[in-house]
């Protein structure tokens, strides 16, 4: 009878759950009991604590007191792994049917949706900006390289994006995707991750994972997001550690896994790009592990939340430190009479030991020019001076100066002012072929030429308008290239794939390349700068 009981699905689920079972069993009905659940797949290590063995309570019975009793009475039954939180989420992720949120649907946690909308995995998203979250249901797209088709598939196969926060209890893995900029001081703004995990706390359960992937300073989820979840949740859950919790205490699971996508760039698939994943126990760092594993073909475990923090940040310091170089030899080469790019291009036949860089107007977009400072903040905290990310960051501020330099010295050749001059500017995304504005170092450029009285209109066809942002407020529209001629300097800032640079020369009076995008084109209106 009883047996029968455990087998009925209410009475299985119930246990799974971990409620207590209100019913009083002999040995031999316990091993009856137990029995069933074996055979029902359901672990043995439930009764622990909530059943009665032989008339007593048997509260401080263990687990391994558990599988003690059955080695001893049957022989004959291969215990199963006791189901824990740990292995009941992991196996929903090995089976696709974990439920995943994702807070912030943007350039990041948008395209990681819909990967694992593509695996067979249900996926909420999450996010306060309610345009994101009415187009999504409409089933419209917002990113460029995002086809609209591929939202409408997503939301056939049950896409749900929200603003509503107190849905994130159903999920069983959360994934943090917000922006982690610089405050007008050039420090950190972590106010995203912590006005978004006072918005997980509140609902938080036992056994979900959660994972923050904004890049972000070495510490800030194990000192930032971990305090609030566990501060601000309604059950007293604690987030599992290496040494910490004990092992029936409810507990959830935190990893940082930084994201590395490189935008524009189709030559790495994204499930091809590895990923990076620490996890702040052994656990955590499993089901991380397992739920990038679904979607990506290569996850590389490290240490700890900061070592995966500390890895996102090498990586856009790296970058960031190489290209201060090429710009800075780009300026000696200039006044050398050299072609840097003609230099880079040779440097790089070597096969080993040399990866190109190129030089531009200036660092964009979320990660280059506004990670490195999260470090060296966070480094004066341990009395250090991270000297090369601030000689890079001088090097690459100094960049759009030294185009609108470069603007005026065109001019000045041709016997005219700046002030007053009539300028078309050619791209603002912060690089070729996307339709990303941030940190753009166009939007300086604008302002500079603004400032010295020049005329600027602009053309990008991916970006239709500039309105306001954090620092600026320009409020134009992409004008056509139809009247290239009318505009006494036409400014290359984005080397788009589109633009047809040969007519771009023929028909402007003097072009200023900041891109090299008119390589191979010979033309004594081209200045290179
Ligand atoms: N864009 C990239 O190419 C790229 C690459 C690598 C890493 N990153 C990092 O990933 C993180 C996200 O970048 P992104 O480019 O996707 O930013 P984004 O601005 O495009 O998107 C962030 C989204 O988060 C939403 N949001 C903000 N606060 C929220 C909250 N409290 N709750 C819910 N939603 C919230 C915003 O409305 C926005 O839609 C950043 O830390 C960034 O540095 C970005």
């Known amino acids: 009878m009883l047996v029968q009981l455990l087998l009925r699905s209410p009475l299985r689920k119930a246990l799974v759950i971990g409620s207590t079972v209100p019913v009083s069993v002999t040995k031999n009905s316990l091993r009856m ?55 009941q989420l992991k196996a ?29 995995f249900l996926v909420t998203g999450f996010d306060i900006d309610q345009r994101k979250v009415d187009a999504l249901t409409e089933g419209k797209s917002y990113i460029y390289r995002i086809p609209v088709e591929e939202i409408q598939e997503a939301r056939a196969k049950g896409l749900v994006a929200t603003s509503e926060f107190c849905q994130l209890a159903e999920m069983d893995a959360i994934i943090i995707c917000v922006p982690t900029p610089l405050n007008d001081y050039q420090e950190p703004d972590t106010s995203f991750i912590v006005n ?10 036992a056994g979900q994972l959660v994972v923050l992937e904004s890049t972000t300073y070495p510490g800030t989820t194990e000192e930032l997001l971990v305090p609030i979840l566990e501060n601000e949740n309604q ?21 940082f896994s930084p994201e590395r996508e490189d935008p524009g760039n189709t030559t790495v698939a994204r499930r091809d790009i590895p ?29 700890s939340p900061a070592a995966a923090e500390m890895t996102k ?46 030089p531009g107007p200036g660092l964009g977009g979320h990660c280059i020019p506004i990670d490195p400072f999260y470090l060296s903040w966070k480094a004066k905290e341990w009395d250090f001076r991270t000297r090369f990310i601030e000689l890079a960051g001088e090097i690459n501020l100094g960049m ?97 794939s589109s633009y047809d640079y040969r007519r771009i020369v023929e028909e402007s009076q003097l072009v200023v390349d900041s891109r090299n995008a008119t390589r191979g084109i010979r033309s004594a209106k081209i200045l290179h700068c």
């Open 235 to 255: 059950n007293g859950l604690r987030a599992a550690r290496r040494n910490g919790a004990s092992e029936m205490a409810p507990e959830f699971y935190v990893a």
């Open 275 to 303: 990923k990076v994943v620490g996890g702040l126990d052994l656990q955590a760092a499993e089901l991380a592990a397992g739920l990038y594993g679904a979607v990506f073909n290569r996850t590389v475990q490290v240490s």
């Open 92 to 120: 929903k992720i090995e089976t696709h049917e974990a439920k995943i949120g994702v807070i912030g649907l943007g350039y990041v946690g948008l395209p990681l949706t819909l990967l694992y909308m593509d695996q067979g």
């Open 400 to 496: 759009p100066y030294h185009v609108v330099a470069s603007v005026t010295t065109a001019l000045n050749q041709r016997k005219k002012a700046l002030n007053g001059a009539r300028i078309m500017l050619l791209g603002v995304a912060y690089k070729k072929d996307i339709d990303d504005l941030r940190e753009s170092p166009a939007l300086t450029i604008i302002e500079l030429l603004h400032k010295e009285g020049a005329e600027v209109t602009y053309n990008d066809p991916h970006i239709p308008s500039i309105g306001k942002g954090r620092k600026y407020d320009l409020q134009m529209k992409s004008l056509p290239l139809d009247r290239l001629q009318e505009y006494d300097c036409v400014l290359i800032v984005t080397d788009h």
């Open 196 to 205: 978004t995990a006072h918005a997980i706390a509140p609902h938080l359960r």
């Open 313 to 358: 940040l090498l990586e856009n310091i790296y970058r960031c430190v190489n290209i201060a170089l090429v710009n800075e030899l780009k300026l000696l080469c200039l006044r050398m009479g050299l072609d840097i790019w003609e230099v880079i291009d040779a440097a790089a036949t070597k096969p080993f030991g040399f990866q190109p860089f190129y």
């Open 33 to 87: 009991v137990t029995i069933a659940m074996l055979a029902a797949r359901v672990d043995p290590g439930y009764l622990t604590g909530r059943l009665h063995r032989d008339g007593g309570i048997v509260s401080s019975w263990s687990q391994t007191d558990n599988l003690q009793y059955w080695r001893t009475h049957n022989s004959m039954i291969t215990p199963v792994v006791p189901t824990t939180l740990f292995s």
